[in-house]
C-alpha cells in the first residue's frame, strides 16, 4: 500500500471531472480504509472495494469509522465527505477542489460583493427554479414571496400524484422522528441534496459561504445551488418514498434520489449551472476547452496596483512591475 508521503497529487487533468463521477454513496456502520488508489468498506459481510475517483460525495452514516488514509485518498480525488447525523439529520463536509485555478471562485466574489449583480444572480437563480415567471426588477421580498408560493404548490402537487397525505411543512430540529413520513422524506432529501452541491462546489473551487440567496451561513452557496433543483428532483423523491409505506423512508429516499440525479445527469448540470450564473466562459471562441486559462490553469501570479498580473517565482526588485 503506498503512503501519503510517496504520492505525489494528481493534476486536474488527471481527476475525473465532476460530471462523470456517481453522484453519492451512502455508507453505514462499517470501516473505511485505503487499498492503493481504491476505497475499501469493510463490515459483517466482508470487503468491498470502491474507486475513489468515481466518487462526487460519500455520506457516511452512523456506525461508521474512517482511516487516516482513506481520508487522504478522497481528497486527492476531490470528493467531498459528509458525516452524516442519526437518520441524516446533520453533516459536516471536507474535501478537494478538481481545480488549481481560483477564476471561477474570483467570479463568485466580483458577483457577490456587488449588490446589484448579487440581486440580478438570485433573479436568475429563481428563473432557473420556476420556469415562466418574470423575475425582473423583483425585490429580495418579491423573490421569496414567490418562492414560497411555488414550493406550496409543489407540495400539493406531489401529494395529489402520489396520493400521499400530506398537511404542511414540519421540521423538527434535533427529532428527525417527529415528523410524518412525507416530512422525513423531504428532510431526507435535502440533506442528499446538499452533500451533492456541496461536492460541486467545492470542486469547481467556489466558496460555500458566498450566497445570493441565501445568507450568513458557512453553506449558503451550496444551499443556493440545492434549492435550484429542489421541487424538480428532491420533492418528487421524497414523496415516492413516502408513497411506499411509513417505515425506511430516508433509505427510500436516497434510492430514488440516486436515481433521478443519475438519469438527470445533475453533477453536470450542476456544474453549467454555476457556471452560467456566474457568467464565467472557460473555452475559447470555438468552444473548446481554452489552453491554460481555464479551471485547468495550474500557475500562480503577482498582482499590481495597476491591476496586472505578474509571472511568479521572480524577484522584481527595485526595476519597475509595469
Not at 132 to 142: I, L
Not at 209 to 228: C, M, P, Q, T
Not at 237 to 242: T, V
Request: hydrophobic residues 35%; charged residues 30%; proline residues 3%.
Amino acid at each position: 500500500m503506498s503512503t501519503v508521503g510517496k504520492r505525489s497529487l494528481s493534476s486536474p487533468r488527471e481527476l475525473t471531472r465532476v460530471g462523470d463521477r456517481t453522484s453519492f454513496l451512502y455508507l453505514e456502520r462499517c470501516t473505511v480504509h485505503r487499498d492503493d488508489n481504491a476505497l475499501t468498506a469493510t463490515d459483517a459481510d466482508g470487503v468491498t472495494h470502491i474507486p475513489s475517483a468515481t466518487i462526487g460525495t460519500l455520506l457516511l452514516g452512523p456506525g461508521t469509522r474512517v482511516t487516516h488514509q482513506a481520508m487522504a485518498l478522497l481528497g486527492e480525488s476531490g470528493a467531498a465527505v459528509i458525516w452524516v447525523g442519526e437518520q441524516g439529520v446533520r453533516f459536516y463536509s471536507g474535501g478537494r477542489a478538481l481545480t488549481r485555478s481560483s477564476s471561477l471562485l474570483e467570479a463568485q466574489a466580483t458577483a457577490w460583493a456587488n449588490r446589484r449583480t448579487r440581486v440580478e444572480v438570485a433573479r436568475e437563480m429563481y428563473r432557473m427554479r420556476f420556469p415562466g415567471e418574470d423575475t425582473t426588477g423583483c425585490s429580495r421580498d418579491d423573490l421569496l414571496r414567490m418562492e414560497g408560493r411555488r414550493v406550496k404548490e409543489c407540495y400539493r402537487r406531489e401529494a395529489e400524484r402520489t396520493g400521499v397525505r400530506w398537511v404542511r411543512r414540519d421540521y423538527h430540529h434535533g427529532d428527525f422522528a417527529a415528523g410524518d413520513a412525507p416530512n422525513q422524506g423531504v428532510t431526507a432529501a435535502a440533506q442528499c441534496m446538499y452533500g451533492v452541491a456541496h461536492a460541486v462546489v467545492a470542486a469547481l473551487g467556489c466558496s460555500p459561504g458566498l450566497g445570493f440567496v441565501h445568507s450568513g451561513h458557512e453553506r449558503s452557496f451550496v444551499l443556493d445551488i440545492a434549492d435550484l433543483y429542489k421541487t424538480e428532483i428532491g420533492i418528487p423523491a421524497a414523496f415516492d418514498a413516502a408513497a411506499a409505506g411509513d417505515e425506511d423512508v430516508p433509505t427510500r429516499t436516497r434510492r430514488a434520489l440516486r436515481d433521478r440525479i443519475n438519469k438527470a445527469g445533475l453533477l453536470e448540470r450542476c456544474a453549467d449551472d454555476i457556471k452560467r450564473l456566474l457568467r464565467y466562459e472557460d473555452s475559447a471562441p470555438d468552444g473548446k476547452p481554452s489552453d491554460g486559462d481555464g479551471l485547468d490553469a495550474d500557475r500562480v501570479g503577482l498582482q499590481t496596483d495597476r491591476g496586472q498580473l505578474l509571472v511568479s517565482g521572480r524577484n522584481y526588485g527595485d526595476e519597475p512591475v509595469w
